[in-house]
């Protein structure tokens, strides 16, 4: 198969600035470069490439659109084809940078003091610390605002005490953005460091999605941390739903970038694939799947785009990132699918990226709002009726 | 120290390559262009060399207005400032005529060192950088596989068939650096944040002194005749193994003299 060619149907480049293209493509060529030759034995290992993370840094891939503390700030758009570029590669390596950059930069940016900005974001920029986000629960996924964990002022400290589940990137974090409720009942965000007595993670083993990738539980045990490790900026839900705004913003064009790799893919196998003496590809089925792809991807690309060009005006509301984020990864996990369907028995092995890409989407349909839970959000937004059940 | 990086913008490697029939020339209308992957090692030599003695890098370009992509690749990758010779009257020059203008071009700054790839990866002549120290009555060390500079005193390893010479000048020369000599950094983010602040100046023919009898179309002594494909290549061998597979493939180098 030849070297990825990219999927741009309707010259959605030209809608690119000279700057958004470059991005893209030094991201693409690194993923081609580094990452790729390693992502098949860390898929069978169930690893992620560690060393990958300074490296990333050293590119300005995390908190990319943040201003100062040695961040990018690159626009929005630019953004979104760092994370397309990405999980071109794999989902696992997205998941890595969106986390560090939408769930623990963004948070420690938006919400943190100076002193806590100056300390962590510079190093989490470089990749020198790694960050992670601890917001699920074993007992609270979809409604976090019931969460369990408690953090509880004794003297000068806070004491951190529950359970936080399927924390990407947690075991190897040095930090960790955790989400509590405190006595008044509302939810605040404290910076939990590695090695803080009462803090351990373990990693949870056995997956068949997102394999490449850290999947850890958190454990608050009397946890202490001191006072000023507490977000001063950010009081109740809205706190972490913010931070997911973003990151469910990298994962609407992410998803994308999944997809183009298995259109590609599934394309080139069909054209090299004879069965009845002819490519796969002369026949009417076959063109159905990958004509039902390429439309899919290019709607998909102009909603990412137009949804970055809101939101470098300010203008993009949570509801758009939900609808970006819901159908985009739906149509890659379809896109995946059909391109496994396509290349037969192939499409089984990870000797190509297909199956991969499919089963990880199974993860990305389900974390950061679920695909029923985005189109709630969507529904009480045109209705005004809640349809959450609660 | 300043090194001038004569550097070429070409079709995006993933682009299959049309030649226009009626002009017999590559076209590049409409095609995604990026900084020649051979030019990205001159940069990256021009750039390691002044990150250890200091200097500036400037890349010069000859390009339709759709090269400014590679150019401000290059300033990405932390080229100080570029030139970019943009002008219709350009276009079609040969080989010759490039260098004229490129040489041109140079001889407005200050330089010290010239880094050119060895060819450019889209029509692989590697006739520009000869005729550009000729030009710049500058020696040429060409086929370097290694670049150092102490002092006033450049010296290269220069690939040859069975191994390299060693070959010292000078300062100030011209100097071709071969695909292996090094793996060109990636621009980082910020890197091409920054290219948009940097220089370019446009320079046109008339900028450069030249006029029709020396560049484009009509100053082309070059002219190409026919632009075809290379012979289809002879199906190769297929050895089934049936017990002596092994034996045949070594009979099969042995014959070729390869074992
Ligand atoms: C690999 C991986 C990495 C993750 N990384 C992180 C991380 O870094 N940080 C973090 O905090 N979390 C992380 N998560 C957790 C993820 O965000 C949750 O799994 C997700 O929010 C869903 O929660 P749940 O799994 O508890 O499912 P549930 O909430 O139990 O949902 C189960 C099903 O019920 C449906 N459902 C739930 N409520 C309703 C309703 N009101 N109406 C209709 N349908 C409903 C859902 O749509 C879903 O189909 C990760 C998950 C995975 C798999």
């Given at each position: 198969m030849e070297k990825f060619r990219g999927v741009d149907y309707y010259g959605i480049e030209d809608l690119l600035s000279e700057e958004e293209r470059m991005v893209r493509d030094a991201i693409r060529d690194w993923v081609e470069v580094e990452f790729l030759p390693l992502v098949t034995q860390h898929h069978r290992a169930g690893t992620f490439p560690v060393e990958l993370i300074p490296k990333l840094g050293e590119l300005g891939v995390f908190g990319a659109t943040l201003k100062g503390y040695g961040c990018a700030g690159l626009n929005s758009v630019a953004y979104g084809l760092i994370m397309q570029?990405?999980?071109?590669?794999?989902?696992?390596?997205?998941?890595?940078?969106?986390?560090?950059?939408?769930?623990?930069?963004?948070?420690?940016?938006?919400?943190?003091?100076?002193?806590?900005?100056?300390?962590?974001?510079?190093?989490?920029?470089?990749?020198?610390?790694?960050?992670?986000?601890?917001?699920?629960?074993?007992?609270?996924?979809?409604?976090?605002?019931?969460?369990?964990?408690?953090?509880?002022?004794?003297?000068?400290?806070?004491?951190?005490?529950?359970?936080?589940?399927?924390?990407?990137?947690?075991?190897?974090?040095?930090?960790?953005?955790?989400?509590?409720?405190?006595?008044?009942?509302?939810?605040?965000?404290?910076l939990v460091e590695k090695g803080t007595p009462g803090y351990s993670t373990l990693d949870i083993s056995g997956k068949f999605s997102m394999r490449a990738s850290i999947t850890s539980e958190l454990s608050l045990q009397d946890c202490q941390i001191p006072l000023e490790n507490k977000l001063p900026d950010v009081k109740g839900l809205k706190g972490p739903l913010g931070c997911l705004a973003q990151a469910r913003y990298g994962i609407a064009w992410g998803a994308v970038g999944a997809a183009m790799a298995c259109y590609d893919w599934a394309l080139q196998y069909a054209q090299q694939r004879i069965q009845f003496g002819k490519p796969i590809a002369s026949f009417q089925l076959v063109q159905q799947k990958l004509v039902w792809m390429i439309t899919e991807i290019t709607k998909a690309q102009l909603l990412a785009l137009q949804l970055g060009r809101l939101k470098d005006q300010g203008r993009a509301r949570p509801q758009q990132v939900s609808m970006a984020k819901m159908n985009n990864v739906h149509i890659a996990l379809e896109t995946a699918r059909m391109a496994r369907d396509i290349m037969g028995a192939a499409g089984i092995v990870d000797e190509h990226p297909v199956i991969r890409h499919m089963i990880n989407l199974e993860t990305v349909k389900t974390y950061e709002g679920t695909h029923d839970i985005h189109t709630l959000i969507i529904g009480r937004d045109i209705t005004g009726t809640d349809a959450f059940g609660v | 120290m300043n090194i001038v990086v004569c550097a070429k913008?070409?079709?995006?490697?993933?682009?299959?390559?049309?030649?226009?029939?009626?002009?017999?020339?590559?076209?590049?209308?409409?095609?995604?262009?990026?900084?020649?992957?051979?030019?990205?090692k001159a940069v990256e030599e021009a750039l390691r060399l002044t990150e250890k003695q200091g200097g500036s890098v400037t890349v010069v370009v000859m390009g339709g207005d759709d090269a400014t992509i590679g150019i401000r690749g290059a300033l990405a990758m932390g080229a100080t400032a570029a030139i970019h010779l943009s002008d219709p009257a350009l276009a079609g020059s040969d080989a010759l005529g490039t260098a004229k203008a490129l040489a041109a071009a140079i001889r407005k700054e200050p330089f010290d060192l010239v880094i050119c790839a060895t060819e450019s990866s889209d029509s692989y002549t590697g006739l520009v950088p000869g005729q550009l120290a000729q030009l710049l009555g500058v020696p040429p060390l060409t086929f370097a596989t290694s670049l150092t500079v102490e002092g006033r005193t450049v010296t290269i390893k220069r690939q040859s068939e069975g191994g390299y010479d060693v070959v010292t000048s000078e300062l100030p020369v011209l100097v071709t650096v071969t695909t292996g000599i090094n793996e060109p950094r990636y621009?980082?983010?910020?890197?091409?944040?920054?290219?948009?602040?940097?220089?370019?100046?446009?320079?046109?023919?008339?900028?450069?002194?030249?006029?029709?009898?020396?560049?484009?179309?009509?100053?082309?002594?070059?002219?190409?005749?026919?632009?075809?494909?290379?012979?289809?290549?002879?199906?190769?061998?297929?050895?089934?193994?049936?017990?002596?597979?092994?034996?045949?493939?070594?009979?099969?180098?042995?014959?070729?003299?390869?074992?």
């Open positions: 570029e990405l999980e071109r590669g794999d989902s696992g390596l997205r998941s890595c940078a969106s986390v560090q950059s939408g769930l623990v930069m963004y948070p420690i940016y938006a919400y943190g003091s100076e002193a806590q900005k100056e300390a962590w974001l510079p190093r989490l920029a470089r990749g020198e610390k790694v960050g992670c986000f601890g917001l699920t629960e074993p007992d609270h996924g979809s409604d976090p605002g019931g969460m369990k964990t408690r953090a509880r002022r004794r003297g000068d400290a806070y004491v951190l005490s529950g359970t936080k589940l399927w924390i990407t990137n947690g075991s190897i974090a040095d930090v960790a953005v955790v989400w509590a409720k405190e006595d008044d009942g509302e939810i605040y965000g404290y | 913008v070409v079709p995006l490697s993933s682009v299959t390559i049309q030649i226009d029939p009626a002009t017999k020339r590559m076209v590049r209308k409409d095609v995604s262009q990026e900084l020649d992957p051979q030019a990205a621009p980082t983010l910020k890197g091409i944040m920054g290219a948009k602040k940097k220089e370019i100046r446009k320079y046109t023919a008339a900028d450069l002194g030249l006029g029709p009898a020396e560049i484009g179309e009509s100053g082309a002594r070059e002219k190409v005749l026919t632009v075809g494909r290379p012979p289809a290549r002879p199906a190769g061998t297929v050895i089934k193994d049936e017990g002596q597979g092994g034996k045949q493939i070594a009979d099969f180098l042995a014959n070729l003299k390869l074992i």
